[in-house]
């Protein structure tokens, strides 16, 4: 394990353990879902159902809003441990997301990350909260989208510290693994076999832990709290949480 500088998390069926657009969809979650899991194979780009989704919702700002505390109670095992660990240990967090940008940012800032760790699809709403609409041009809404914001974030004048390592579980995730050092496609939620297939590691494990290891190399940490993350993450290593191709 050589170690990276920097780790991208997906958000949603991977830092949680829920998609946040199905959890607005309420009567329309079937068909919602059905959409999801297109994109998310790969079958279809993401910006040919992203609209089609949030015309069927058009969540009003409360109902985004109350999806944040949905978020932190779904999020996975360990999640808030590893990205403590991480960022004690110096390495750089980024969220990139094709969920709605309020209720991502406010899971990024339960988790104590700036708003400009989060890349994820802003929205609008009318003065009395009702939908208004998203930013289709925004790059989370439409597929390649996060290869391109990750590339971007890497040119930027104060560029994310490489190597990186992207972890996510859709097939909008894969698309930005040659931006990267290191795809993990992240199994603990959804396992999607076109991702899987492809993918050259896969965490099999629901917790995030063997991600600290990972990124941190073999050396045993000196900050007990950055310790106890990264010797469960062993642990989940030794019992075969990652798969290599």
Known sequence: MSGYRTVVFDCDSTLCGLEGIEELAADRRHEVTALTDAAMRGEVPLEEVYGRRLDLIRPSRQAVDDLVPLYIDALVDDAAATVAALRTAGVAIRIVSGGLLPAVLGLARHLALPDDAVAAVPVRFHEDGSWAGHDALHPAARAGGKAEIVRAWRAAPSPIPGPVLLVGDGATDLEARH????????????????????????????????????????????????RDVFRKGTDLIADGAFEWR
């Open 179 to 226: 931006e990267v050092d290191l795809f993990v496609a992240y199994a603990g939620v959804v396992a999607r076999p076109a991702v899987l297939s492809v993918a050259p590691v896969v965490l099999r494990s629901r917790s995030l832990a063997p991600l600290v290891p990972l990124a941190l190399g073999d050396e045993d940490p000196d900050h007990e709290s950055v």
